[in-house]
């Protein structure tokens, strides 16, 4: 694991503690992610990957279940049927950061912190 991403790492366990880390093409599971009213299912299990490389943004994130749905609509940017180093059924969300100008140091700049916090964003929009 590179410098680059035990800290990003280190720095994702402060808001989630019980995540998993697979150092294989450096994936992170965050179980039991809440979602708005409105999502069935009510709670998915979110993954992504963090790039080795700290020029290169993130993109992406897979949730744990083939289907996902807002108010009955598959929601926009979304894919059924997405491999994951993790058990079960995946889709996959095409979301990117705004601007991704990172910093050697994670806690002051962007960060896979402030990606994986704007999927929340994604999910507020709904479908």
């Known amino acids: 694991m590179t410098d680059w991403v035990q800290r990003q790492v280190g720095l994702l366990r402060t ?7 697979a150092e294989d093409g450096h994936w992170v599971l965050i ?9 069935t299912p009510p709670v998915v299990d979110v993954a992504f990957q963090i790039k080795p490389a700290i020029d ?4 992406a994130f897979y949730v ?14 979304w894919q ?11 889709s996959v969300f095409s979301w990117s950061p705004e601007t991704w100008v990172p910093t050697v140091n994670p806690e002051h700049g962007p ?5 994986v916090r704007s999927f929340g964003v994604r999910f507020a929009e709904g479908a």
């Open 15 to 21: 808001q989630w503690p019980s995540l998993s880390y």
């Open 31 to 39: 179980p039991g992610w809440d979602l708005p009213a409105g999502w």
């Open 56 to 59: 290169q943004p993130p993109y």
């Open 64 to 77: 744990s279940a083939a289907d996902v749905r807002h108010e009955g609509r598959a929601p926009g940017n």
């Open 80 to 90: 059924a049927a997405a491999g994951v180093p993790f058990p079960g059924a995946w």
């Open 111 to 115: 960060s896979m912190l402030a990606f």
